[in-house]
């Protein structure tokens, strides 16, 4: 069975640092891996996904991340944090014919508090 | 262009009453899916379907029951509502390689 841990709950960056947040997956065959951030109140939205080839993947407002097979992790990243960036961020494994979007598996989510 | 809509934004149920969470997308997607997510426990997998006709189970199917008679629509009924069912639902639709959330719906009930 697929399965996403993200061992942190929640974490503090001040404005300007640098960010990661941490995602490890169980998947039997090459994953598809996926970021979402979720603002307060709101939808997800999509940040970045990951099928195959370069490991390293870019998406939108800043964040990337990288897929390490050998540690079967897919962390992401940014260089410099917003006070905007404050919201809950959720990594997730697919499974199925469709890219894995029918069946998506999610952590339990990471929540970034931005400090002045 | 909507995208996915949900509707209500907002219910409260009694223990044993029936309703239906409606979603809607207008985007042609074949695939579409349904999630609750609850505190410290992220989005769980409720059902899904890959076309209109084609239903199946996710992670924590019991007490919902879904239909899909066209691609643009994908209810979700709650047949007797329990309160370990109160939590925010949200619909998806995918197209190839990304998926789409609704608004959600917060449901509770007492």
């Known amino acids: 069975a697929q399965s996403v841990t993200q061992p942190d709950i929640h974490i503090t960056v001040s404005e300007g640092a640098s960010l990661e947040l941490r995602c490890n997956y169980s998947y039997g065959a090459t994953p598809y891996l996926f970021w979402y951030v979720q603002s307060p109140g709101q939808g997800l939205q999509l940040l970045l996904k990951y099928f195959s080839g370069d490991t390293l993947v870019q998406g939108i407002k800043g964040f990337e991340a990288e897929f390490k097979r050998s540690q079967s992790s897919f962390n992401l990243r940014k260089p410099s944090v917003h006070w905007s960036d404050a919201a809950e961020y959720f990594c997730a494994v697919g499974g199925g014919s469709n890219f894995g979007n029918e069946k998506l598996t999610f952590g339990t989510g990471t929540r970034l508090t931005i400090i002045p | 262009n909507a995208g996915v809509t949900q509707t209500p934004k907002f219910q409260v149920l009694k223990t044993g009453q029936s309703m239906t969470l409606q979603c809607a997308q207008d985007m042609n997607h074949e695939y579409m899916s349904w999630y609750r997510q609850d505190p410290g426990m992220g989005l769980r997998l409720i059902h899904y379907?890959?076309?209109?006709?084609?239903?199946d189970q996710g992670e924590v199917p019991n007490g919902y029951n879904v239909s899909r008679s066209t691609t643009e629509d994908f209810p979700l009924r709650l047949l007797s509502a329990a309160p370990s069912q109160t939590s925010v639902y949200f619909c998806?639709?995918?197209?190839?390689?990304?998926?789409?959330f609704g608004p959600g719906t917060r449901l509770l009930v007492l």
């Open positions: 379907s890959v076309g209109a006709g084609i239903t």
């Open positions: 998806a639709s995918s197209s190839t390689a990304t998926q789409y």
